[in-house]
């Protein structure tokens, strides 16, 4: 390769950002123009031709993957090993801290708590202060905590701002014992990396010196979504002095306005609009070619970014051929769209055109438990996946928990699922209570589970743990006693709110518990398919069926497979064959985008992400009905696709349909053709959840005579026979049978 081959192939924008090594610069440009492969192209300009050492070279990224595939990419470019710090912006900070923690007080080897150690401390600082954490869990005031921080107010600052009423003064006081023993333990949080570096930088004018002098040449990809901490650290190091008192700005930042995703997370979409007031002789370079997609795809993506206001004009061109047509595929319901989109990437990759290349196929969708459905439908038809920053939905956690007591429930004697699910939720059981558990069940040669129905050893606990211990088993065992009597979903609703566990995740308030009752509601949707098919089945069928799906092995870590993940993590890819299944009002854009007119922005820039990772061909499809969360409804198809040119779209689109006429009613009781306001369906479901466990609980209390007349969720109405104790016998129209009160779904009539 001749010396500077890499920059002919760039084009004379790229060529000309890449070359401009002095002073602020600023590459603004849309998906696909070749944003980051200037940057990595300048960065290996710098080091050949302008003889600048790698040291002095930082370059920030968001993510791992990002940041390790420009590390290889310029390995390549330069070919030799580098020793450069291209790294995400926390783990540049750490690196920082570990070198000059002492300035602040801390000692080098200081620890880093992840969210499991935040929490441990944040529920010592409550016990202490008499703070109850039902009401309010670790996770509220650490979400504050992380708020805060991002804005850098400090415990101080919060407590002088708010703290009139009792809930913010709790929130106050809890942030400032938060803090002091997190320094007291020498330790530092996620958040203290980028605002201890910023505090460092601020206090100590020579270390800032240094790294000034260090990093002479300072660049960040995907600026856009930057925070307003990450940005006062960019500033600052990229504020130096040259020799006669000058600003020295090399800061080379990179970035697409149209594709800030993380506003939610405290994204400020004005660092990148404001970037040349910010750092006055700033240079710009838009770049307006792109190299990534067919003409129509292009234009797609263009199409609907376009109806976003408050954003910077700029239309991306090409010269690649128009291609196909973007396909859309408006199925009967979710399955069908699942199997629609199997069919396509068994058609592609037996063709030709993609020869069995499943690498080059993404499922990109909005939230992660919309994934199952096609893990299902590719491994029916032997199709390789990987969920990518994610796992499959059968491996999540929750999923194998709920599973683990389903288990239980058959089983009493599985005493790897007892294990899997003693403390979860949280019930005050370590290791040292399960050890003894285990030692005594393994003397007596019995199951974890009947050493659990010995009063004797469980009354040796404190009585905390023995209360706790009582309930698991007497919910276990109830429920093992009446499984057969009951639906799945019943069964399946009253183990998730008796045992606590589905409470346990409602009172954590953070995005990643979301996901995980999003994923748990999800699993009544495979229950209501199994009860559609026979309402009978019981629970050994149903855990047959079940272990079958979650036991499929054509998961291909690195090799050749489809792609599942979600369009957040799909950002700065790029796959040749792109599916975005669920364009329906509500999913995409989801509900809460309809409460603001910025969220709705918002999610249209995540639309605009999706539409422009394709490269040849690109699939919308939506599903007339669906089933979310176990509740089948009619939907709308999405404002994104009513948005979308329409010349560009072949298959279904939308408007042959529009006279065909939609029956029924919508889920907010409006019939077909009045503005349809989406709401929040996971709520709605966890809502439905508890009812359904309360009514079976209420049945407890209620007292049952002989001959009264009740009706079962199952069975349908009988007669009381007999009533004694905890059992109860009730006729029905062809059977006698014997219930337990207190789960029985018995209602009186
Ligand atoms: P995104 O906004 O999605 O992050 P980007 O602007 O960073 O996109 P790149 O990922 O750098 O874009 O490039 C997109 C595609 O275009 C890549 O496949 C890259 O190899 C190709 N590409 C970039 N510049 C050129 C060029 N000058 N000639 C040919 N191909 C190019
Ligand atoms: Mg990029």
Excluded at 146 to 165: P, V
Excluded at 294 to 317: C, D, E, M, Q
């Amino acid at each position: 390769m001749g010396r500077t081959d890499y920059l002919d192939k760039l084009n004379d924008k790229q060529r000309e950002a890449a070359m401009c090594t002095e002073g602020p610069l600023l590459i603004l440009a849309g998906a696909g123009s070749g944003k980051t492969s200037t940057m990595t192209c300048r960065i290996a300009y710098l080091i050949r031709e302008m003889d600048v050492h790698p040291y002095n070279i930082l370059a920030v990224t968001f993510t791992n993957k990002a940041a390790k595939e420009m590390r290889d990419r310029v390995q390549k470019l330069i070919g030799e090993g580098v020793n450069m710090w291209i790294l995400t912006f926390h783990s540049a900070c750490l690196r920082i801290l570990r070198r000059h923690a002492e300035v602040l007080g801390y000692g080098r080897d200081f620890a880093v708590y992840d969210p499991t150690d935040q929490k441990t401390v944040v529920k010592n600082i409550c016990k202490e202060l008499n703070i109850d954490t039902k009401k309010f869990t670790p996770s509220y005031f650490l979400g504050i905590i992380s708020h805060c921080k991002e804005q850098r107010i400090s415990a101080k600052d919060y407590n002088n701002i708010f703290g009139t009423d009792f809930k913010e003064q709790m929130v106050g006081q809890v942030y400032g014992q938060y803090e002091k023993i997190l320094k007291k333990n020498n330790a530092m949080d996620f958040d203290d990396l980028l605002l201890k570096t910023v505090e460092l930088f601020e206090q100590d004018e020579e270390i800032l010196l240094m790294y000034q002098n260090r990093f002479r040449y300072i660049m960040v990809d995907e600026y856009q979504d930057t925070n307003m901490i990450q940005y006062t650290f960019l500033r600052l190091l990229a504020d130096a002095r040259d020799g006669d008192g000058n600003v020295r700005r090399n800061l080379c930042v990179v970035g697409d306005d149209d594709q800030c995703i993380y506003q939610w997370r405290g994204a400020d979409i004005r660092n990148i609009l404001e970037f040349e007031k910010d750092f006055p002789g700033a240079k710009t370079v838009k770049l307006e070619q792109n190299y990534r997609s067919t003409a129509n795809i292009l234009a797609a993506a263009h199409s609907v970014i376009s109806h976003n206001r408050g954003r910077k004009a700029k239309k991306l061109w090409t010269d690649a051929e128009d291609g196909n047509k973007i396909i859309y595929y408006n199925a009967d319901d979710e399955k069908d769209e699942a199997r629609f989109i199997a069919s396509e990437i068994n058609r592609l990759a037996g063709a030709d055109e993609a020869g069995e290349d499943y690498r080059q196929f993404a499922i990109l969708y909005r939230t992660n438990a919309q994934s199952r459905t096609f893990e299902e439908a590719l491994s029916t038809r032997d199709i390789p996946y990987r969920v990518l920053g994610g796992l499959r939905y059968y491996d999540r956690k929750e999923i194998k928990d709920m599973m683990c007591y389903m288990r239980l429930v058959q089983n009493r004697a599985d005493d790897l699922a007892l294990v899997r699910i003693i403390n979860e939720p949280k019930r005050g059981i370590g290791g040292k209570t399960l050890e003894k558990l285990r030692t005594l069940a393994q003397v007596r040669g019995s199951s974890l589970f009947d050493v659990l129905l010995d009063d004797e050893v469980i009354a040796s606990f404190s009585s905390k743990v023995s209360e706790n211990l009582r309930n698991l088993a007497g919910l276990i065992e109830s429920y093992g006693i009446e499984r057969d009597n009951m639906k799945l979903s019943d069964l399946y609703d009253g183990l998730l709110v008796n045992s606590g566990y589905m409470k346990a995740l409602e009172d954590q308030h953070t995005v990643e518990a979301e996901s995980r009752l999003e994923n748990l509601m999800e699993f009544k949707t495979v229950i209501a398919g199994y009860e559609k098919e026979d309402p009978n089945m019981n629970l050994a069928e149903f855990m047959e069926r079940i272990a079958l799906l979650a036991d499929v092995d054509n998961h291909d870590a690195e090799e050749n497979a489809v792609t599942l993940m979600t369009l957040h993590s799909a950002k700065g890819l790029e796959f040749p064959y792109v599916f975005m299944p669920g364009m329906e009002d509500g999913l995409f854009p989801g509900w809460r985008a309809f409460d603001r007119e910025d969220g709705l922005e918002e999610e249209r820039r995540l639309c605009y992400v999706g539409i422009t990772r394709a490269k040849k061909r690109l699939w919308l499809t939506s599903a007339r009905t669906r089933t979310l969360y176990g509740r089948t409804d009619y939907t709308r198809e999405s404002v994104f696709l009513r948005e979308l040119d329409q010349k560009l779209m072949d298959g279904d689109g939308i408007y042959e349909k529009k006279d065909r006429k939609t029956e029924g009613v919508f889920r907010d009781g409006a019939s077909a053709g009045t503005p349809f306001k989406p709401f929040d369906q996971l709520k709605y479901a966890q809502a439905q959840t508890k009812q359904k466990a309360e009514a079976m609980a209420k049945a407890a209390g209620q007292s049952f005579q002989v001959g009264d007349r009740v009706a079962h969720a199952k069975f349908g109405e009988g007669r009381v026979l007999e009533v004694s104790g905890q059992v109860i016998r009730i006729e029905f129209k062809d059977q006698v049978r014997k219930l337990a009160l207190g789960i029985a779904p018995l209602e009186k009539l």
